[in-house]
């Protein structure tokens, strides 16, 4: 066969490029010994190679690997069958073919013979057939844990378990820095002296030497038998191109200053000093002192952690902050990063003066100007929120008393998962939808985004007496399990006329649910321990008021389609009117709130028809 030696300069070696290689598959070269032309010296890179006895033992458990899975006759048959059936009609209705259909179907019985008889006549070869050594349940530790990498200050205990039947004569670990380049060999142990366990347990240990923070740290394990020519086996089966890799991470330290916000997509938000609309990064200075961090780092790469030195002088204030533009233009200033956010996702990075790392953060598909932010400002977790370019990311919490309540709806709850259903969720309308009969309700409640876990909006009243007439309303978003919502998202109902500390009876109305009154009056404002739990038969006022779930839960009756709080033929006629209507639409009649008004809706109403709510909640 025909091959060109590329040399390789990263790693220094001769590489084989082939690029004829049909004469081997001749019948009449079947019998071709593994080493064939070996001992030609007119074939010099097979003459050199295989006849030193280490690379020979090398390319023979490669071929051993090739044996077993490409001209497994399991595995090769199947591919070949796949290719038939992949281009068989192309070839029987191609009308310049040089062979009949006939032919090419002839053919494929004879190739899947040639590999099977090629395989059997290379496993009758006495250094072919050699039984090399087992190896198996490979795995690497350090101080952070298994498979855990080790920081740059900490070795890499590797472990491999080997067996054979011809005894072992030597197991090695080979490693090496980066994702180019030679190899280093060490040998392994099963000595109970190299983190492998009790000696002689046939587990091998060896330690990869500390690496560089943000290195590419790739490794195998040989394994040599205790025959004459040291037969040897691999894992990966592939190595050296197929092997493990572990990266280094730098060692961390604490630190006041933190990454803050930061904005991978910058549209309108805010321009840098040159007009331009670039990403942007916030640090924030947790501290009461300011604190230099000229010749600090910042990157988006873990592989080279000092991508970008933040320009010496660089001081924040207390509690303050700083922008760099990650825009790769270092012509439009000191502040200016010499790599850029991916909106797509990735790793940002913040290093100290010696290269360890004080804050990092993965960086998810972000939406255009809105920024990636911690909540609470400087400590908490990243959210997506409208951007707060250099000020507080903690949203100002409104003034008022906050009612925590839980309800569920019978006509979009499923005992099963305990949730409530999301049908309707890409039609709820942002803006509170009781401002019409009989609710006549003005609030201008409105929602910036409604969440995926949103099942509806719900109207809530606070009574001084569980007959009086309210004091205040306020529209609440309903979250899937059951928990009322403003409609900033936050959890519990924010009243902004009640008085803290006083008792209040609260009552939950929906479009159409029968709606329900608190059993006693609640102290406000309330916790999430101490939420008003309307799933609770106990704190429901009335008799037979709610309707009682299979998984032992209440929930508000489904079918008051007119809201009036009671279940009659009106409501049938506004479910009559509405059934067959268009779909996805946000309809009274549909009680289980899946975009539809069908006879699902009229099964919930009529088995709760006749039911009356007290006389304090109906209109």
Partial sequence: MDYYAYLEAETNRLTPLEYDGNTVMDPSHITWSAFYNATNANYPLLNKILNVPQWRQRYLAHL??????????????TIIDNYVAHIGTQVQSDPKKIYTYTQFQNEIPVLKNFINNRRTNLLANTEVAQVAPTISNVSYSSPNGMWSPPNDAQTADVTAQVTSSNGIYRVNLYYANGLVGNFTPLQM???????????????????????????????????????????????????????????????????????????????????????????????????????????????????????????????IPAFGYVIFWADEDSSQGPMHANFKLSASGETLLLMNNNLQMIDSVNIGQQTTDLGYARVPNGTGSFIIQDPTFMASNTPVVPVGVRAHIKVLLQGAYNPTTGLLNTG???????????????????????????????????????RESSNGTALERRAALLRNDGVLLSPDGTEGVLFSTLTAGNSYYLVVRHRNHLAVLSNNATVLPNTTATALDFTDY????????????????YAMYAGDFIANGVMSVLDYNLYATQAGSAPNQYLDGDCNLDKNVTVGDYNLYQPNASIIGITEIRY
């Fill in 538 to 553: 106990a704190n429901v006022s009335g008799s037979n008021q709610e309707a009682l779930m299979s998984d032992g839960k």
């Fill in 64 to 77: 051993r690997t090739l044996i077993e899975t490409e001209m497994n006759p399991t595995a090769c048959n």
């Fill in 189 to 315: 142990f099963d000595d109970g002296a190299h983190n492998d366990g009790a000696a002689g347990d046939g587990v091998f240990g060896g330690a990869i030497p500390t690496q560089a923070a943000g290195s590419w740290v790739r490794f195998y394990v040989e394994a040599l038998a205790n025959n004459t020519p040291k037969s040897a086996s691999y894992y990966p089966a592939g190595a050296e191109h197929d092997v493990m890799i572990y990266v280094v991470p730098p060692q961390t330290t604490t630190s006041d200053v933190v990454i803050n916000e930061v904005m991978a997509s910058n549209s309108t938000t805010m321009p840098d000093e040159a007009g331009e609309y670039d990403d942007w990064i916030e640090l924030y200075n947790k501290s009461a002192n300011p604190i230099n961090i000229g010749g600090y780092y910042l990157s988006d790469n873990p592989t080279n952690l000092d991508k970008w030195q933040i320009p010496t002088g660089t001081n």
């Fill in 424 to 462: 309707l969720n890409d039609i709820i309308p942002s803006a509170q939808p009781y401002n019409r009969a009989p609710w006549a309700y003005n609030g201008d409640e409105s929602a910036t985004s409604i969440g995926n876990n949103i099942s509806d909006w719900v109207l809530v009243e606070a």
